[in-house]
């Protein structure tokens, strides 16, 4: 089993419909990374969440942080097709590394 | 976007050949990483370096060597090709700790076959 895993693997949404995509750690989360991987592409850093009930916004993407539940989540609004692509989270392990999700692949419908 | 550079791009090669990937960063960042990413098994870390000279193996090493001359440089060697290494190859770079900022920013990828 993945030591973290993504919910939903996949995603169709219609361009305007709000989602959430899911990651869940089976180890204590000290810090959190979700990125945006375009197709065929490298992947872009979307933002870090560090401590229990953080949230943070960038446009119209909302990731939060719930520590005791190890488990974070991130929220598109309205969604557009520029935000089509796979959304990974990374989770911290200690000396510099990162471990990832299998990714969320999302589709917007127009 | 950072500055990070992969070559080549993509590569097919043939099995038991060696093969060299090159990342190179503008940044004068601490932490360089080696990644492969394949279908079922997401990202995961071949090697990394918190130094010139310094590296490390992560989950899925075997059969890769990795080499840091320089700060801005951080190679990965394939001794032998096999087709189970068949895949695309992310470098990634970070500032670390101790310039508190702890994300890490990726290359764009070489795509890696191995017939």
């Known amino acids: 089993s993945q030591e973290l895993e993504q919910s939903p693997q996949s995603l169709i949404v219609q361009e305007g419909k709000n989602l959430t995509i899911n990651c869940t750690s089976s180890?204590?989360?000290?810090?959190l990374y979700w990125y945006k991987q375009k197709y065929g592409e490298g992947l872009i850093f979307l933002m870090m969440?560090?401590?229990?009930?953080e949230e943070k916004s960038h446009e119209k993407i909302t990731a939060k942080l719930d520590e005791k539940k190890q488990q974070s989540s991130l929220h598109i609004t309205a969604s557009q097709p520029s935000h089509a692509g796979i959304y990974l989270c990374?989770?911290?392990?200690?000396?510099?590394?990162?471990?990832f999700g299998q990714g969320t692949r999302l589709t917007i419908n127009p | 976007d950072a500055g990070i550079t992969q070559s080549p791009r993509h590569k097919v090669t043939e099995t038991g050949t060696p093969v060299t990937l090159r990342c190179h960063q503008t940044?004068?960042?601490?932490?360089m990483y080696w990644y492969r990413q394949d279908p079922g098994h997401g990202l995961r870390l071949i090697h990394y370096s918190y130094g010139v000279k310094d590296t490390d193996k992560g989950e899925v090493s075997d059969g890769y060597s990795v080499s840091r001359s320089k700060t801005e440089d951080f190679l990965l060697t394939l001794e032998s090709a096999t087709s189970s290494q068949t895949s695309v190859y992310f470098c990634a770079i970070s500032p670390g700790r101790e310039a508190f900022h702890y994300e890490q920013y990726f290359g764009p990828g070489t795509r890696l076959t191995v017939t």
């Open positions: 180890k204590t989360l000290y810090g």
């Open positions: 940044e004068n960042h601490r932490y």
């Open positions: 969440l560090q401590k229990g009930g």
């Open positions: 990374g989770a911290d392990r200690g000396a510099q590394k990162l471990v």
